[in-house]
């Protein structure tokens, strides 16, 4: 439609997919392995609509456009009640400079700012067969997890996204066992799993091995042992908070590569206070 493609998620019932009793194991697609190929993922906080937007969207754009993600995760969706909301501005630029139409699930989690309806969301090219979100244990803010099975070139996946609780490590342990039970819920044995997000911790919290327990593969330090791979607070990041997960299962994907982008300081603007990142897996 002309608006790129949205499925509204909490702002309107009919963009919701699957069943109101919830998708069950049993529901999902039998796997079709196609040819060899790639799957290219993107996870980004997009900060909101602070710090100069305008010139910080023509950087994430250029740089979105460029890599042609298949999935993307966002954390910091925000949107001035009947104003400006820079997921819609940043689809509506990407549809200009890529000519594809992109499918959206959003959840709004909580006000930020004493501005901004904020959250999280989920963008892809390609049709979501299954979109929803499901609620995290309470911390300083609500928090959310989005949930979506998208129909890739190279077959259907789990894709997700959250952000978590950053003020409490205990909090954010029972957010991330939330996050891993809900994926465990939907998610087929024959079915990859990608988890995007800022997970407000490094390596060294409770996130890390509740999902590497899981059969969780951190692409970032699967593919590049020895390098911190800080993402946080651009532009000189001290700590990896930002992270890209796969669970394989039996799906044959496989980790390929995985790189900071948005990492350039363009006329004293980066395009957010994060670093992005964009990985590759195959199959």
């Given at each position: 439609n002309g608006d790129g493609g949205w499925l509204h998620g909490d702002r309107a019932d009919e963009g919701r997919a699957g069943s109101e009793d919830g998708w069950r194991n049993e529901d999902a697609p039998t796997l079709h392995v196609s040819a060899p190929g790639e799957v290219k993922?993107?996870?980004?906080?997009?900060?909101c609509l602070l710090d100069d937007w305008d010139a910080r969207l023509a950087l994430i754009a250029s740089a979105l456009a460029g890599a042609d993600p298949d999935l993307m995760g966002f954390?910091?969706?925000?949107?001035?009640?009947?104003?400006?909301?820079?997921?819609a501005e940043l689809v509506t630029a990407l549809t200009e400079a890529t000519g594809r139409t992109y499918a959206v699930h959003r959840a709004v989690t909580h006000w930020s700012w004493d501005l901004y309806d904020e959250g999280i969301a989920v963008v892809t090219p390609?049709?979501?067969r299954h979109a929803d979100d499901v609620e995290l244990p309470p911390g300083a803010f609500t928090r959310r997890l989005v949930r979506t099975r998208v129909v890739t070139p190279q077959g259907p996946l789990v894709m997700a996204t959250t952000?978590?609780?950053h003020l409490t490590a205990e909090v954010r342990a029972a957010q991330i066992a939330a996050v891993r039970d809900a994926l465990a819920e939907l998610a087929g044995p024959d079915e990859a799993v990608v988890l995007t997000g800022d997970f407000n911790e490094g390596p060294d919290g409770?996130?890390?091995?509740t999902l590497d327990s899981a059969g969780y593969t951190d692409?970032?330090?699967?593919?590049h042992l020895?390098?911190?791979?800080?993402?946080?607070?651009?532009?000189d990041p001290t700590i990896r908070i930002d992270y890209i997960w796969i669970r394989a299962?039996?799906?044959?994907?496989?980790?390929?590569?995985?790189?900071q982008i948005l990492d350039q300081d363009v006329g004293g603007v980066t395009g957010s206070d994060h670093l992005g990142l964009s990985a590759v897996i195959t199959r």
């Open positions: 993922i993107v996870s980004l906080n997009l900060r954390e910091e969706a925000c949107a001035e009640p009947g104003g400006r909301d820079n997921l390609h049709a979501m952000h978590l609780d409770s996130v890390w091995p692409l970032w330090d699967a593919l020895g390098d911190p791979g800080y993402t946080y607070p651009a532009p299962g039996a799906s044959g994907f496989g980790s390929g590569t995985i790189t």
